[in-house]
């Protein structure tokens, strides 16, 4: 690890204004220190914002919630509101990491971390995301968890965030801050940016700014649903998930909001599809209809050709469990 210097804020202004240039901010590190001893990434300093005042979780006006950015993955999936309005959001973190991690990892972090392509990791291979210009070692190389939707030739990495999913499916919005002190709201649709010809920027936040709230809407009607396929019980990214939440009523689906995991470079969503849903009677036909339009676009490179065929079945698996009431 190279040497770095380390700055404790105080004030979240202070931590932006300490993170101006070079710099990067650590809370529970869960993700970042690895990167660090891997000389992966090699910040100038590191800005401590474990002291800051974003720990808490809040009822909003509106019947949301107001999540803080230094809320642990634990403490948000335990949270009784979470649990009873919004249990998609507990059961992708709980399906996340494992306990340990989920007891250190924050919200603001879980949502930034990078992804988990063995070549991102590997500083002798070629990586356009970890150095631009040098190529892309896993489209030719061992690509099996790796995306078949939203890539380009530059770059087929996946967001390995399970959390970012069920905030996707949610509509959740992330606020900022900003070293001149100005604050914005985004979509999680508007935070995250596809690879394109510059994998390296994952994110639209500029240098030194800060995420220091997540803002859930109102809960809404319909079944939750998280389902997350992966080659081992615990401690394993996602080769597919899915986000569900569906709604019908007098035998005909009224609300469809569904998010993927473990297919594309950020969290994945496709409002056709969803539109395809409402209005119709749930069956099993209109569900491959949905999962064939989901996947129409998607490529595999090889070894992550599997991903396709296990989507289709994995999505239509979960609107067959959430419209399961309506007796199809």
């Not at 204004?17 to 090699?42: C, H, P, Q």
């Not at 009873?84 to 709980?94: D, F, G």
């Not at 992550?304 to 309506?326: C, G, Y």
Request: glycine content about 10%; overall charge neutral; aromatic content about 6%.
């Amino acid at each position: 690890m190279r040497s770095f210097d380390y700055v404790r804020a105080d004030s979240a202004e202070g931590a932006v204004r300490d993170a101006a240039g070079g710099a990067a901010f650590i809370a529970g590190g869960t993700n970042l220190i690895d990167l660090m001893k891997l000389e992966v990434m090699s910040p100038e300093t590191l800005v401590d914002i474990n002291r800051l005042a974003m720990k808490g979780i809040e009822d909003t006006a509106d019947g949301g919630l107001r999540i803080g950015a230094l809320v642990t993955n634990s403490d948000l999936a335990n949270d009784s509101r979470v649990r009873r309005n919004w249990p998609v959001l507990s059961r992708a973190l709980l399906a996340g990491a494992s306990g340990q991690l989920r007891n250190k990892a924050t919200t603001g972090g879980n949502l930034l971390q990078r992804t988990r392509c063995l070549y991102f990791y590997d500083r002798a291979s070629a990586c356009n995301k970890r150095e631009p210009g040098t190529g892309c070692a896993a489209q030719e190389g061992f690509n099996r968890i790796l995306a078949v939707l939203g890539t380009s030739e530059h770059c087929i990495a996946t967001h390995p965030s399970d959390m970012a999913v069920a905030m996707r499916a949610l509509g959740a919005e992330v606020q900022t801050l900003k070293e001149d002190g100005t604050t914005r709201r985004l979509s999680l649709d508007s935070l995250y940016l596809l690879p394109g010809d510059r994998p390296n920027r994952e994110t639209v936040l500029a240098p030194g700014e800060l995420i220091t709230d997540v803002i859930l809407p109102a809960p809404v009607q319909g079944r939750q649903i998280y389902r997350k396929v992966r080659d081992r019980a615990s401690y394993a990214f996602a080769l597919v998930s899915v986000a569900g939440i569906v709604a019908v009523e007098d035998g005909r689906i009224t609300r469809a909001d569904l998010a993927f995991g473990g297919l594309a470079p950020k969290p994945w969503r496709n409002r056709e599809v969803e539109d395809l849903l409402i209005g119709q009677a749930p069956s099993e036909a209109l569900f491959g209809k949905a999962a064939d339009l989901l996947l129409a676009e998607a490529r595999g490179f090889g070894a992550n050709d599997f991903k396709i065929p296990l989507t289709r079945r994995t999505l239509v698996s979960v609107l067959m469990e959430l419209t399961q009431e309506a007796g199809i």
